[in-house]
């Protein structure tokens, strides 16, 4: 197993992912990564990836703080009363607070998923973390206010010291000339305060020498009245070493008290750590979580495999998908050097390698390998000096272990089987080996230049030929896999390419056998003929694209043209309201002259002038008629439709759901909200009909024709204007108001509802300047407060 994740570089993709660490043990987690003993702990592994690869592109970000080793605090926390160290002690207190700010994630995730569990294992305690941090200072020393004791310790200490050394500094500008230092000055020796002076001076200083300079000729003296002085700083230093260890003693046992909490959380933290690297990676990757099948009677499905190192590098990788079914056991994969066959067999490996690991391997979605239980590989040149072994002595060495060992839930991965040998010995190996291989291995994935091989996916050996596909007009590889056909070597082509001399070409071509020539151009027939596929396939898909670009400038032109279409039924409405206003001016004039000349006439005489008035009123609606039939309507309305006593209907001069209440001969009565109206049959529609305000502008039409013609108004003392839009309150409100005039009576009362203010706005807009309205006000508490309006009239 070791062997085979080595040479398919499954450690090389492990060091990439662990740079995407925080800490150093995060990353040496990843490193230490292998894949699992079932399926079933990978699953979980990869969801868990997949999670925190959600969240951290979700845009909220998933952060995780560098985490500071603590192997060697957890070691020294062990030892019952031994001292942690300044770094150990802030270590400590660092991981409790990145625990605490991860657990503050919590809400966010999973609480099935492997990443809340390892973040409820998380521990961090505020008030220790603070009492750490408060001990230390900015460059990791204990602080002069740990404890006051330290506190009256250091100044002492320092006052101690000033003093030492101004006296120091007074006494060595005493000496003479010939025993002073020129620009010497106190300094500290062995962790004494001497003065410099001349090797011939030192009886003349006196005290003792501590230090002598390089030449000898200077010695460094601690003079004798400083020594008493010095010894009283000695003392406090004590003190203070003495204060320092009681603080880190005492900051220790509080660690050591929650030692198994740190640990687990801890380790908790590593894992965590783990799992970001590979979710960082994932998306680097675009890799999806596969399924794994664990049974041989589920087949193979990869979709859009990529070797991840290459996708680092630049993105340089070219995806393939493979499709085997159960029964297809041995993939055999040929073509010519350089052409990817080696990076293939190992993009292979890893992919199942590293999803078993609990690494999202680059894959597309709806992708299904196998749950392998162990990995071999031969690939490159495995020769041994030590052992005495040849290449091909390595390679049979290493098939003898793989056809003894393998069993029906491995893989094996085989770079250029039964080569370094001869041609046909090493093919008749290989065969045997692999039909070997097919009824024992799970997969059998090998490389192949042999001939021979090439013919043994036709031999219902469960073996399916494979090729990765070269350009033969460039001679470069494209690097695309391709199912049920094998490659070409192109050696002679190549050959010559690179200059080879054209009578050893011909004479080779003269040594190969008339088989051989013949499966050569069969080959590269196959090959001209998929490219003229492959040709007429992009010019489908580009015409397909051509056509798909039509249908949408189509739709486009579709909706701009019904947009005017809803454009000009607007204005014709916004005519036909202009026409009804022109009326009522006509029928406002009218009224207001007959009541000028009957100004002093008896209250018989006005209500006379009155019904004159409105006779008035109804000559100019049929004026008003007439006008509207010359705005467009193009048909008479249908009278096909037949509605009955009790119907839902619809009067094409309202929006509004109405019910019909009684038929008389070719009208109707209606009730539309509060207010009876009497209208022509063949302006009634059932309200389930399919003429509805979105038949087209054909309907509108319709609609306005119909509206136009003057109904028998029966007029009500109320109505109802709620669940109208506000666009929608002229057409019911203005025919309410005529009908109320029309039928004499005193007040009208309009209920809109209270809800946002926008109806009874409208209708404030539509009855201000109104002379027929002597009083315009919102109802009393009794008629409906403000989400009603009375209207009194004159």
Same mark, same amino acid.
Do not use: C
């Given at each position: 197993m070791d062997h085979a994740l080595r040479v398919i570089e499954f450690d090389r993709v492990l060091a990439a992912i662990g740079e995407r660490a925080v800490s150093e043990a995060g990353c040496a987690a990843v490193h230490a990564l292998r894949p699992l003993a079932d399926a079933s702990s990978a699953v979980r592994s990869l969801a868990a990836v997949h999670e925190l690869r959600r969240l951290i592109e979700s845009g909220d970000g998933w952060a995780l703080d560098t985490i500071a080793p603590l192997d060697g605090a957890l070691r020294r926390l062990a030892i019952e009363d031994a001292p942690l160290e300044p770094p150990q002690l802030l270590a400590c207190a660092q991981v409790m607070a990145v625990a605490r700010a991860v657990r503050r994630l919590d809400a966010r995730l999973d609480p099935d998923g492997l990443p809340a569990e390892h973040v409820s294992r998380l521990w961090g305690e505020a008030a220790l973390e603070k009492r750490i941090a408060r001990t230390f200072d900015a460059t990791g020393a204990v602080a002069d206010g740990a404890s006051p004791e330290l506190g009256r310790i250091r100044r002492a200490l320092a006052t101690r010291r000033g003093r030492l050394v101004d006296e120091l500094t007074r006494y060595a500008r005493e000496l003479p000339e010939r025993v002073r230092v020129p620009d010497a000055s106190v300094t500290v020796r062995n962790g004494r305060y001497c003065i410099p002076v001349r090797r011939e001076g030192k009886g003349i200083a006196g005290g003792l020498v501590h230090d002598a300079s390089a030449s000898r000729r200077t010695l460094f003296v601690e003079p004798s009245r400083a020594i008493e002085a010095m010894n009283e700083i000695r003392e406090l230093e004590l003190r203070e070493a003495r204060e320092v260890d009681r603080i880190l003693r005492d900051l220790s046992s509080a660690a050591r008290a929650r030692a198994s909490e740190l640990a687990v959380s801890y380790t908790a933290l590593v894992e965590l750590d783990s799992l970001r690297a590979r979710a960082l990676f994932a998306g680097e990757m675009d890799a999806s979580p596969p399924a794994f099948s664990e049974g041989p009677s589920e087949g193979i499905r990869i979709r859009g495999a990529r070797h991840p190192l290459l996708v680092l590098d630049a993105g340089g990788a070219v995806p393939f998908d493979l499709d085997l079914s159960a029964g297809e056991r041995v993939l055999l994969v040929s073509g010519p050097n350089a052409g990817g066959k080696t990076v293939f067999l190992k993009t292979l490996g890893l992919l199942s390698a590293l999803a078993q690991s609990g690494v999202l391997p680059p894959l597309g979605d709806g992708s299904r390998i196998p749950f392998f239980r162990r990995f071999f590989a031969v690939i490159g040149d495995e020769q041994s000096i030590e052992a005495s072994l040849s290449t091909f002595g390595a390679q049979a060495r290493n098939l003898a272990e793989i056809l003894h060992e393998a069993g029906d839930r491995d893989i094996v991965l085989f770079?250029?089987?039964?080569?370094?040998?001869?041609?046909?010995?090493?093919?008749?190996?290989?065969a045997a080996s692999l039909r070997r291989l097919a009824r024992q291995a799970r997969l059998t994935v090998a490389t192949t230049h042999l001939g021979d091989l090439k013919r043994l996916g036709d031999e219902k050996a469960a073996a399916v030929n494979a090729s990765l596909e070269f350009d033969g007009t460039r001679l470069e590889p494209t690097y695309r896999l391709v199912r049920d056909r094998p490659g070409r070597s192109y050696a002679l082509v190549i050959a010559a390419r690179l200059g080879v001399p054209e009578d050893v070409l011909a004479a080779a071509r003269d040594r190969l056998g008339p088989e051989h020539v013949s499966l050569d151009t069969l080959l590269a027939r196959l090959e001209t003929e998929r490219s003229e596929v492959e040709d007429l396939r992009t010019q489908l898909e580009r015409r397909a694209g051509e056509t798909?670009?039509?249908?949408?400038?189509?739709?486009?032109?579709?909706?701009?043209?019904?947009?005017?279409?809803?454009?000009?039924?607007?204005?014709?409405?916004?005519?036909?309201?202009?026409?009804?206003?022109?009326?009522?001016?006509?029928?406002?004039?009218?009224?207001?002259?007959?009541?000028?000349?009957?100004?002093?006439?008896?209250?018989?005489? @006005? &209500?006379?002038?009155?019904? +004159? $008035?409105?006779?008035?009123?109804? =000559?100019? !609606? /049929?004026?008003?008629?007439?006008?509207?039939?010359?705005?467009?309507?193009?048909?008479?309305?249908?009278?096909?439709?037949?509605?009955?006593?009790?119907?839902?209907?619809?009067?094409?001069?309202?929006?509004?759901?109405?019910?019909?209440?009684?038929?008389?001969?070719?009208?109707?009565?209606?009730?539309?909200?509060?207010?009876?109206?009497?209208?022509?049959?063949?302006?009634?529609?059932?309200?389930?009909?399919?003429?509805?305000?979105?038949?087209?502008?054909?309907?509108?039409?319709?609609?306005?024709?119909?509206?136009? @013609? &003057?109904?028998?108004?029966? +007029? $009500?003392?109320?109505?109802?204007? =709620?669940? !109208? /839009?506000?666009?929608?309150?002229?057409?019911?409100?203005?025919?309410?108001?005529?009908?109320?005039?029309?039928?004499?009576?005193?007040?009208?009362?309009?209920?809109?509802?209270?809800?946002?203010?926008?109806?009874?706005?409208?209708?404030?807009?539509?009855?201000?300047?109104?002379?027929?309205?002597?009083?315009?006000?919102?109802?009393?508490?009794?008629?409906?407060?403000?989400?009603?309006?009375?209207?009194?009239?004159?």
């Open positions: 770079d250029e089987i039964g080569s370094a040998t001869d041609p046909a010995e090493g093919g008749a190996l290989a798909a670009d039509r249908e949408r400038d189509l739709a486009s032109r579709e909706t701009a043209l019904a947009d005017s279409e809803r454009a000009a039924a607007l204005e014709r409405e916004a005519e036909r309201l202009a026409v009804l206003r022109e009326a009522r001016k006509q029928v406002e004039a009218a009224i207001s002259r007959l009541e000028s000349e009957f100004a002093t006439g008896d209250e018989v005489r @006005r &209500r006379e002038s009155k019904r +004159a $008035a409105r006779g008035e009123v109804e =000559r100019a !609606l /049929r004026t008003s008629s007439r006008a509207l039939r010359a705005l467009g309507e193009s048909e008479p309305p249908s009278v096909a439709r037949a509605v009955r006593v009790g119907d839902a209907v619809r009067w094409n001069a309202s929006d509004r759901p109405a019910r019909l209440v009684e038929i008389r001969q070719d009208r109707g009565v209606i009730e539309v909200g509060e207010l009876r109206l009497t209208v022509p049959l063949r302006d009634l529609t059932p309200h389930s009909a399919p003429e509805t305000r979105s038949s087209g502008p054909a309907r509108l039409h319709e609609a306005a024709g119909s509206a136009q @013609r &003057r109904p028998d108004f029966t +007029a $009500a003392t109320e109505v109802d204007l =709620r669940g !109208l /839009r506000v666009d929608e309150v002229e057409g019911m409100l203005n025919p309410a108001v005529d009908a109320a005039v029309v039928g004499d009576l005193p007040w009208l009362k309009i209920i809109h509802g209270k809800g946002t203010g926008a109806l009874r706005e409208r209708v404030g807009q539509l009855l201000a300047g109104d002379p027929r309205i002597r009083i315009l006000r919102a109802g009393e508490s009794n008629e409906g407060g403000t989400g009603v309006t009375v209207v009194e009239f004159e």
